[in-house]
Every structure is written in C-alpha cells, then in structure tokens.
C-alpha cells in the first residue's frame, strides 16, 4: 500500500487496512511527503510496523509544502534512516522529489536530485 491521502483521518485508515486486515504479504511503501502532510510520522511507521515495510518513496517537506530536496524540510531523514537500518531495510529507495512553481526552487531539477542522492548515499554502507 503506497499511501497518497493528505488528511489524517484518510491516511489513518488505509494504514489500518494493511497492519489490521491485511495478510502479511501486504506490505507498506512509505510516502514521507505525503505521510508527513496527513499529520502521521513516517518514522514511527518503520518502527511500529517494520515487518511491513516494502519500499520507500522519499519526500521532504515544509509543512504541506514539498521541499527542493531531502536536505531541507521538516522530515529528519538521519533518524528515517537510521530506523530503517535497525530493522534491516534492504529495499528499494524511490526519491520523490517535486517543484511546483509556490516553492520557487533555487536550483534545477538535476541539481536537487543529485544533492539528495549524494545525502542519501552518506547512509548506505
């Protein structure tokens, strides 16, 4: 379950439809962005549920606002990270990086995308 709702009640919901109802071979692909938005901490979803996470698609924010890049943003990254190698995380890593025109980003597409994977590659061994 790749979650996308904005509201808390919303994103609540399809969490419980995987971690309650679901087989274990459901799993979770943790949106940060859009888990952060709905009021939910993705951090504490690697943690409470880490059994069920799959894959990761990895967003920063400025409360609803994304962010350019992982660097900046409300979403401690190092702790994610960390979380995720506690509970022996091996899989996919998707950036999810986005600039509409109420962020005006300071730099490209390109150069954020390639400052997030540099940050990202500081915590893989």
Do not use: K
Request: charged letters at 20%; a negative charge.
């Amino acid at each position: 379950m790749h979650n996308h709702a904005a509201d808390n009640h919303n994103a609540s919901g399809d969490l419980r439809s995987v971690v309650q109802y679901a087989d274990m071979s459901v799993g979770l692909c943790v949106d940060t962005g859009w888990a952060f938005v709905s009021g939910c901490n993705p951090i504490e979803w690697v943690n409470t549920y880490p059994e069920r996470i799959y894959a990761f698609h990895l967003r920063n924010q400025h409360g609803n606002l994304p962010s350019e890049d992982l660097l900046e943003g409300d979403i401690d990254f190092s702790s994610l990270m960390t979380s995720a190698d506690s509970i022996h995380y091996n899989g996919w890593l998707a950036l999810e990086l986005w600039h509409p025109d109420s962020i005006q980003p300071r730099r490209t597409m390109g150069e954020d995308v390639q400052r997030s994977i540099d940050y990202l590659r500081g915590f893989i061994s």
